[in-house]
């Protein structure tokens, strides 16, 4: 007679319990098998950005103590989480240093960008905020030029006649001397 070592006298399991296995087998499948068949992967609002000097900035939505949404950004550096950011998002690094664009996540009605240079370990403003933070609370797109010296802030269509803004970096963070 062929005895299963998984059930105990009197109907106990022992051991793993293969109920569950197709259920397990079915999830294995669509996360490992389905990306490699070059399926959609279901959207996020995790985005991932790199810069020149092998820094990746990760933005992630979160819930702050008091339940509000916030954004969060972890900085790696050689395959090691460096630094967390509370309450930004990160938009895009510089195309010529490790200088990071963010734009403010938190529960307020007046979010602005700033500047942070992650080359030089700076990973959060002290001070006057009106001193850093630039650009409108509705600029949602942005881009660099080719050399970093400028960023341009694009508003919400129709939310605004404002032309978009063009900001110098070095007015609001020191880029060193290269």
């Not at 990071?100 to 007046?110: F, G, R, T, W, Y």
């Not at 694009?154 to 032309?163: K, Y």
Request: charged letters at 25%.
């Amino acid at each position: 007679m062929f005895k299963n070592p998984c059930i105990r006298p009197g109907g106990a399991r022992r051991g793993r319990d293969m109920r569950h296995f197709p259920a397990i087998a079915i999830l294995v499948f669509s996360q490992l098998a389905i990306p490699a068949l070059g399926a959609e992967e279901p959207k996020s609002s995790h985005k991932k950005v790199a810069s020149p000097g092998g820094y990746i900035a990760h933005s992630f939505l979160t819930t702050n103590a008091d339940g509000e949404p916030e954004g969060r950004v972890l900085i790696e550096k050689d395959g090691r989480v460096i630094a967390t950011i509370k309450g930004v998002f990160a938009d895009s690094f510089s195309p010529k240093a490790d200088i990071l664009l963010v734009k403010e996540a938190i529960a307020d009605d007046d979010l602005r960008h700033y500047f942070l240079n992650i080359g030089e370990g700076e990973f959060k403003k002290e001070g006057d905020r009106a001193s850093y933070v630039f650009g409108s609370r509705y600029a949602t797109k942005s881009a660099w030029s080719d050399d970093g010296k400028y960023v341009v802030l694009f508003d919400f269509p129709g939310i605004t006649e404002d032309p978009p803004a063009v900001i110098k970096v070095s007015d609001f963070v020191n880029v060193g001397s290269g």
